[in-house]
């Protein structure tokens, strides 16, 4: 299946189940991998979630808890690589070009090395599904040894996510029922 078609056919099934079931998780209890992960990392960034996508922000709030610096993404447009910069809950966020909510443009620039993502669709190797702009991948790409993970609701999985030579492989991906792991990623 293409991904344009994948995209439109998840984000529909993501939305009906959000709207049934979003608010029974929180993921607010990171499983025992991810805990270690983020007591590893300096930097924990996360994501504003837009419409029915899994939110991070509770996962953020522990990792202040832990002593943690946290992040999101800002993007100025779609050419231009995404940064990311500092945010802790609290901080004034605004609408960025996709009417994603992101931090102000001068807010201090941060390198984190784990970086939770949202996703469309992912499937068991970890392989991601994102929206096509290509932000996450060319993110990733820049920074090799930060560890990736998807948060996603179950129903987001699919068989085979399609594989472009650019896409990057999660390490781990986190969903309402599973804790999934890369196995061909060290951890």
């Given at each position: 299946?293409?991904?344009?078609?994948?995209?439109?056919?998840?984000?529909?099934?993501?939305?009906?189940?959000?709207t049934m079931?979003?608010?029974?998780?929180?993921?607010s209890?990171?499983?025992?991998?991810?805990r270690?992960?983020?007591?590893q990392?300096?930097c924990v960034?996360?994501?504003?979630?837009?419409?029915s996508?899994?939110?991070?922000l509770?996962?953020?709030?522990y990792?202040?808890?832990?002593?943690?610096?946290?992040a999101?993404?800002?993007?100025?447009?779609?050419?231009?690589?995404?940064?990311f910069?500092?945010?802790q809950?609290?901080?004034?966020?605004?609408?960025?070009?996709?009417?994603?909510?992101?931090?102000?443009?001068?807010?201090?620039?941060?390198?984190?090395?784990?970086?939770?993502?949202?996703?469309?669709?992912?499937?068991?190797?970890c392989?991601?599904?994102?929206?096509?702009?290509?932000?996450?991948?060319?993110?990733?790409?820049?920074?090799?040894t930060?560890?990736?993970?998807g948060l996603?609701?179950?129903?987001?999985?699919?068989?085979?996510?399609?594989?472009?030579?650019?896409?990057?492989?999660l390490?781990?991906?986190?969903?309402?029922?599973?804790?999934?792991?890369?196995?061909?990623?060290?951890q």
């Open positions: 299946m293409p991904k344009i078609l994948m995209r439109q056919k998840l984000r529909q099934r993501r939305d009906e189940f959000a079931r979003a608010s029974l998780h929180d993921f209890a990171p499983p025992d991998p991810l270690n992960w983020i007591t990392s300096h960034s996360g994501y504003v979630p837009f419409g996508e899994a939110s991070p509770a996962l953020l709030a990792a202040r808890r832990q002593g943690r610096e946290t999101l993404p800002h993007v100025t447009h779609r050419d231009a690589p995404m940064r910069l500092r945010w809950m609290g901080d004034t966020l605004y609408p960025g070009p996709f009417g994603v909510m992101q931090p102000a443009d001068d807010a201090p620039e941060a390198t984190p090395d784990l970086i939770v993502t949202p996703l469309l669709g992912f499937d068991r190797r392989r991601r599904l994102g929206y096509g702009a290509g932000f996450y991948d060319r993110a990733f790409a820049q920074l090799p930060a560890r990736r993970v996603a609701w179950s129903v987001q999985e699919v068989d085979v996510v399609p594989a472009d030579s650019w896409d990057v492989a390490h781990a991906i986190w969903t309402e029922c599973d804790w999934i792991v890369n196995e061909e990623m060290p």
